[in-house]
Nanobody, 130 residues
Framework: QVQLVESGGGLVQPGGSLRLSCEAS?????????LGWFRQAPGMEREGVSC????????WYADSVKGRFTISRDNAKNTVYLQMDSLKPEDTAVYYC??????????????????????WGKGTLVTVSS
């Protein structure tokens, strides 16, 4: 399994922006991996935020973030990004990235639930508050 390290979390005011990064470490590469971002708010279940396919051409977004968040990847840097704009207090959560070498398809099971994603980072905290 690939080792993943998230970064970029922090405190931001409502309406602000953050860009999260998830980088492979330990000599692994993210080439050909399906990648996802998930989040878990206090007292809430973990939810899928966004996914990007191994081909770089397909994406999936939760309805709650559609139009505000953008996922992208740079295989040369072994990194996947989550650009978060127009942040709301309800976006406050610990954000995790996850990966799978085996393609499954960017539907709810993979991207909303996290089925088959066998590599997870430790998370980075995003707090949206005034």
């Amino acid at each position: 399994q690939v080792q993943l390290v998230e970064s970029g979390g922090g405190l931001v005011q409502p309406g602000g922006s953050l860009r999260l990064s998830c980088e492979a470490s330990g000599g692994f590469t993210l080439d050909y991996y399906e990648l996802g971002w998930f989040r878990q708010a206090p007292g809430m279940e973990r939810e899928g935020v966004s996914c990007i396919g191994s081909s770089d051409d397909s994406t999936w977004y939760a309805d709650s973030v559609k139009g505000r968040f953008t996922i992208s990847r740079d295989n040369a840097k072994n990194t996947v990004y989550l650009q978060m704009d127009s942040l709301k207090p309800e976006d406050t959560a610990v954000y995790y990235c996850a990966a799978s070498l085996k393609d499954y398809g960017l539907g709810y099971l993979r991207c909303g639930y996290g089925y088959g994603l066998d590599s997870w980072g430790k998370g980075t905290l995003v707090t949206v508050s005034s």
